[in-house]
Structures are given as C-alpha cells and as structure tokens.
C-alpha cells in the first residue's frame, strides 16, 4: 500500500485514478471535495487530500485549449508576423478555471456531454467565459474520458492475455510430461479422449439427476434442496406450497398469441413511461406519481380486465431515476434470472424462468420472450408473500433505449392451479435511456392486480398504499445495488471512505462475504413457503415467531439444525432516526445484550455508496476475544438494514487478506427497518436549519436471530430452552431499543 499526499507541488489525485471506467469516473464526482480536487483547476483544493493507491496514473493538472487565443495583447501591431509570434510565445499564459466554473461545466456534462451552440453561449455568459473556452472544455472532458475508459480496456486485456498465456504455457508443460492434470498419472492421447468422454457422462448424469428432482418437486413429494422434515411444520402443506410447484411446462396459449400480446404490452408501457397529466397526477404530499384509472381506461380500451375484477385491488405506480450502469449490462441482468434476484435479494424470495419462448437476436438478445415466476416478500412473516407468473419481453426501441417489459397472461400455463397466483402484472417494466456516460435513465412502471386480502395492522398503511411493491421501491433498490457495484470495482478511494483493508482483492473479498450475508439474511426473515413460522408464547406479550431448518451440506452455514426467531413492532420515531441509532458503535451496548455492556471497536470500514449509512465495517468483540464481527449497514429512501455477523479471528483475517469467503460459515442477524406508510401533512412548518425528524412519522422494525440448536429436527417440535433462550434474546433486545430511543410507553 503507498499512501501519498497532494500538495503545492504535486497536483491533486485525478478522477481517473479514482475509477476504471466512464461510470466510476462520474460518480465519485458526487463527492464535492473530491470532485474538485479531480479537475486540479484549483490551487487550494485537494491539497489536504490523502488517498489510498491501489494503481496509479497521472494525467497532470488540467488546461483550456483556448488560453493561446484569449490571453495575446490585442495592440500588438499586425506588420511583422515573426516578431508578433515570438511576442505571443512569450505572453502565452494558462488559464485556470474557478472552482465554480467547473462545477457548473460538470452539472451540465453529466446531462449533455455534447451540448449545442445555443448551451453553450448560455454558459459562457452565466459564467463570464468565451464560448470558445466552454466548446474546448467539453473537448478536453470528453478526450479525457475516452482515454479512461481506453486504458481500463487495455488493462483488462493485458489481464486477460496473461492469463490466457499462464494457461498455455500450463498445457504445453502437461503436454510435454505426459500426465494427466487431474490424477497426476501418465496419459496418452486415447486416455485424454477417455477422460474427456468421462466428463460429459458426468454432466448429463448431473442434468437428468436435475430433471428427476424437478418431477420430485412437481408431484409435491419436497422442497427440493431441503430435507423432507420440518421441526415447526403444522400439517397443513398446501398452504404453504408454492404455485412454482405445480409447473408442468404446458403452455395453454400459442406462441403467437403470446407475441401478439407482448408486443400490445410495449406499446402501453412506452405511452405510460412518457405520458404526464392527466394521465399521472403528482401528490402533494407524498411527491408520488398517482395513475388516473378513468383515464387509463380511456386511454388504452381496457376491458375484461380479470373475471375475478370485484376481488381485486389495482396499484399502479411510476417512478424515475438515474442509475451507474451500463446499459447492455443492465438489459442482460434483467433476463437473467440468477442476476435477477441478485439486484433484488430483499424484494425477491424466489425467481425461475419457466421457459423460453424466444431466444431474441445478437449478443444482447434483442425480441427474448420467456416465461418467469417470482415470488415477491417483505422483510417480516406477517406478510405473505405474492406469487406472480409473467412473460417478460425484451426489446430495444432505438440504439440508446430498451424496453423491459414484464406481463400476465392468463392461461399460460396449463396446470397452475388460479388459486394459489394472487397477483397478476399488467403491461410493467421499466424504459432504459443510455446517457453515454456510463449512466443510464431508467423510467420504471408497476401495475399489478392482486387479490384483496386482509393484512396485518402494522403493515396495511404501507401496503395499501402500494409503496410495499411499488415501482419507488425497485427504483431505489436498483439504484442502489448499481452504486454497490460501482465501489465494489474503484481502484482508488479516500481513505477516510476505507481504512483498514490494504488491498484491493481483501475490499472485494470483504464485499462478497457481506452481500452474502445479506441475501441470507433476507432470506431467512420473510414469509415465504421456504419456511413454516410458528408463534411462541412470550413473557412480554410480544408476537415471536419461529422457523427452523436443517443444514446438510451448505459450507457457507454452519451444519445442523438453525433456529431462525423473529418479532415485528411499531416504534414512533422515524425509520432515519432508528437507522442511525442502531448502526451508532457508540451505543451498540444500549441495546445489544450479548456484548455484555462491553464497547466495539472498529478494526476496518469500507464504504460502498455515497451516503455513510452505506457502508461494511469489521468490530472485535470483547465478549468473545476469539472472533471478530463484520457488518453490513444499507439504506435508501425506502428501507434499511443493519446485519452482522459473527467470524473465527483466523477466517476474517484470511478474507481482508484477499481469500475466498464463499466457504465460510456464517449465521447473519440484524434488523430490518421501514417507514410506516402513514403519509400525511406535517402538523408544524418548521425552518430549513430545525429538525423535521419528528414530523417523518413512524418506523416498522423487524428484528431477527439466528441460532445453531442441538435439537433433533425430526421430533416435530422446539425444546423448551431453546424457546425460551429465543424468547429472551428478542424480548430483552427490543426493550433496550425502546428504552435507547425513550419510546417504551408509546408502543
């Protein structure tokens, strides 16, 4: 690790050494102190600035090309061209940008990296430039990002031949002793062919084994991957037995019928992505965009919407952002299931893709047309989950826009039974706008029909209010998992933005181990038919539910029975104000009853977004001398979480020193935060400089723990200590939070 100080001598560090690419170049120029000391236009800025060099390019400090032309002396006289241009080369002076000149240049670059005649004589004056120095520095901007990106290229494929030229000279020494790669003995050309054979039995052994336990699973024999026994099972299976069950792969519609209506259902969802009022009313209140039904039926002929229309309810929602990705890379994550569920691991408890029906063109696959299935959830099991086929459709509209487009269709497939799908999708998806500078619009639209059902009286404001599943929701989800990824890749960070971890592959190593411990986390905790939740009796009176399941095989979690407890309650303080008090390590002993009053102490911190709440942290506990915990802390405008974990010394140090930590068993709990729903207008109007905390409503808080018990998971039910060890960890926990935030008797 070098670490290295900007100075009066040395230019400040440049945007590119920052990120490897157009998408990581911006986007750290959110970071005002940052951003400016990228340009290096300023002397004083940056100059207190340290970062850590993981790889370094310099560039020098920036110039405008027009400096030659604006700074001569304009009484020099015209006879003697010699003597004017050696009298010029003298005079030649660099101009140097304000701070405020730039960053009104870069609010404009990040809309329009080309703007036109007219932009620019508007921002020549506003700023006091010549239009020549604004058109050459877009010139200068754009070269500068093209040669970013170019070296990023080049160095991923100087990676790549090396490694292509490790691999060749590996086969040419196998080749040369004659012996097999894998056994060690010596091997002949027909051997190697044997071999070869061997291999290709073993996966079509391993596909048909595939086959065979998807028929298992069809017949409802078991879940499959899961062991047949459950300790907390009621008898009832076919409630908690997914419609995913019951796919036998028959479709009941032709597949030009199928074309027919999606094609229908891109027409609708470009005119709803761009239409405005009366079309989509904006709230007052709430600043979300509300669909006009009347003039949804108007507009689009709607009619024979579901023969089971008077038991349902319609939320329809639109929301707009921009997200760091590209866009190629975002169309291909769409149509792949695994990445699928991988954007959305809070929102999404199951997603298969039932079949293709077409495969689309080129290497974006342009026109595919397949059959899916997702099961959507909230973070808490008193909410059930929703259960939705749909056929997604994409297609791209020009060379810069794609569409998305996801939608039911009745009849699809033969044998699911009507009764356990809930929720159909309208024409919904999402509209994505490539803004040629690794950022890309995207427009997104939800519509769902679902059957009307009574839920939970915690969470009937924020689900009826169809901000639960409602296209906010995926927005920002998206949004941040893209910015996730985005410092997952940078080469170069701040270091008060990561300390700790020397290395670039202990960062990755680091964020791979904590995004898996988040998705099973949310795995854990929702309603889904992954899991049959039991409620136990509690000496508080609070509702504590209780799922249990068997580890067989998976290295990534301890092997035996797990114990997963769960409680969900209504706190009046804001979801900001609870996010920030359970992530505050001042006061982790508040409410943490298993470090036994004893401080943490932050051994490592990575940031993975712009905002702090954003961020992976490694903790000793003193309580336990022989293990370190690593958190993962996560917020947006609509949800947060905090889970942690607790790790062997000896494995944790292995992970920040760049190993793999996809075999290392861990056992998340944390909690999960989300505002009430209950939107109305404030009661107070309060200045900008006073704080609005107490006007943002309520929180919903899930907390949950997982536990590794020594009960047998084939005698049906819990053991009574293990019960009561859950009982008092979640009852003694949620009366400190109560007791931290001084809420105890509002709740």
Not at 667 to 689: N, Q
Request: a neutral charge; hydrophobic letters at 30%.
């Amino acid at each position: 690790m070098v670490m290295s100080s900007s100075n009066e001598n040395n230019p400040p560090t440049s945007t590119k050494d920052l990120f490897p690419s157009t998408s990581l170049a911006l986007t750290l120029g959110i970071f005002r102190d940052i951003k400016e000391a990228a340009d290096g236009r300023t002397d004083d800025v940056g100059a207190n600035t340290t970062v850590t060099e993981i790889s370094s390019e310099y560039s020098g400090p920036a110039r405008s090309r027009s400096d030659d032309e604006f700074d001569a002396d304009p009484d020099v006289d015209d006879g003697d061209d010699d003597n004017n241009k050696n009298k010029s080369k003298k005079r030649k002076k660099y101009h140097r940008h304000t701070a405020e000149q730039i960053r009104e240049m870069e609010a404009l670059f990040k809309e329009s990296p080309h703007p036109d005649e007219k932009q620019r004589q508007q921002l020549s004056k506003r700023l006091g430039l010549h239009p020549r120095q604004v058109k050459f520095w877009f010139q200068n901007r754009r070269t500068q990002i093209k040669a970013i990106q170019e070296r990023h290229e080049n160095s991923l494929l100087k990676s790549e031949m090396d490694k292509l030229r490790d691999e060749n000279r590996l086969l040419r020494d196998t080749i040369k002793k004659g012996t097999c790669p894998n056994c060690g003995f010596g091997s002949s050309s027909k051997d190697a062919t044997n071999y070869t054979d061997e291999q290709q039995l073993r996966i079509e052994n391993s596909k048909l084994k595939t086959e065979i336990e998807k028929l298992r699973t069809s017949i409802g024999k078991y879940p499959k991957g899961t062991s047949p026994t459950n300790s907390c099972s009621t008898g009832n299976d076919h409630e908690n037995r997914s419609s995913l069950d019951l796919c036998s792969g028959v479709f009941g519609v032709e597949t030009c019928r199928i074309m027919e209506i999606v094609n229908l259902a891109v027409e609708e969802l470009v005119k709803m992505a761009g239409a405005a009022d009366p079309l989509w009313i904006r709230s007052f209140e709430t600043g979300r965009e509300i669909l006009n039904y009347d003039e949804y039926l108007k507009e689009f002929h709607v009619q024979n919407l579901s023969k089971f229309q008077h038991k349902r309810h319609i939320e329809a929602s639109r929301d707009c952002g921009i997200v760091f990705a590209d866009l190629p890379q975002l169309v291909r994550s769409f149509m792949d299931v695994e990445q699928y569920e991988e954007i959305f691991p809070c929102m999404i408890s199951k997603a298969a893709t039932l079949d293709v029906i077409c495969n689309g063109e080129g290497a974006n696959r342009n026109g595919t047309v397949q059959l899916m299935f997702v099961e959507l959830q909230m973070l808490t099991p008193l909410v059930a989950t929703r259960e939705v086929y749909f056929v997604r459709y994409s297609k791209q509209l020009s060379a810069n826009k794609w569409a998305i487009v996801d939608i039911s269709v009745d009849n699809i497939e033969k044998n699911i039974d009507a009764s356990l799908s809930r929720c159909r999708k309208r024409p919904s998806g999402c509209i994505i706008e490539d803004n040629s500078n690794g950022h890309c619009k995207v427009t997104w639209i939800e519509h769902l029909e679902c059957q009307k059902s009574v839920a939970h009286s915690m969470y009937r404001g924020i689900i009826n209010s169809g901000v639960a599943f409602g296209a906010r929701h995926w927005m920002a989800t998206l949004q941040q998992k893209c910015e996730r990824f985005v410092f997952f890749l940078a080469t170069n960070v701040p270091t008060k933005d990561s300390t700790g971890i020397p290395t670039m592959a202990g960062r990755k190593s680091i964020f791979k181990l904590a995004e898996r411990m988040t998705w099973s986390f949310s795995r854990a905790l929702g309603g889904s038919s992954h899991h049959t939740w039991k409620k136990i009796p509690s000496k508080t009176g609070d509702d504590i539910r209780v799922a249990s399941r068997k580890n067989l095989n998976d290295p990534g979690e301890p092997l035996g029975v797990i114990l997963c407890a769960v409680s969900s309650i209504w706190l009046p303080v804001s979801h900001t104000v609870l996010f920030d008090f359970l992530r505050d390590e001042t006061r982790r002993n508040e409410w943490d009853i298993m470090s036994n009053g004893g401080p943490v102490q932050s051994i490592a911190n990575l940031a993975k977004g712009q905002d702090r709440g954003n961020s992976v942290s490694i903790h000793t506990m003193k309580s336990k001398e022989n293990m370190w915990m690593i958190r993962d802390t996560s917020t947006n405008t609509y949800e947060s979480m905090v889970v942690c974990a607790p790790v062997c010394v000896t494995n944790m140090q292995s992970v920040m020193g760049g190993c793999d930590s996809s075999n290392i068993a861990i056992l998340p709990s944390g909690f999960a935060i989300l505002p009430d729903g209950v939107e109305t207008r404030p009661s107070l109007i309060r200045s900008k400089g006073q704080d609005q905390s107490l006007e943002e409503g309520g929180s919903l808080l899930t907390v949950g723990f997982q536990i590794l018990t020594t009960d047998d998971s084939t005698g049906g039910k819990l053991s009574v200590e293990s019960v009561e060890s859950v009982d008092t960890l979640i009852s003694n926990t949620l009366q400190n939070i109560k007791a931290g935030l001084q809420c105890e008797d509002e709740t």
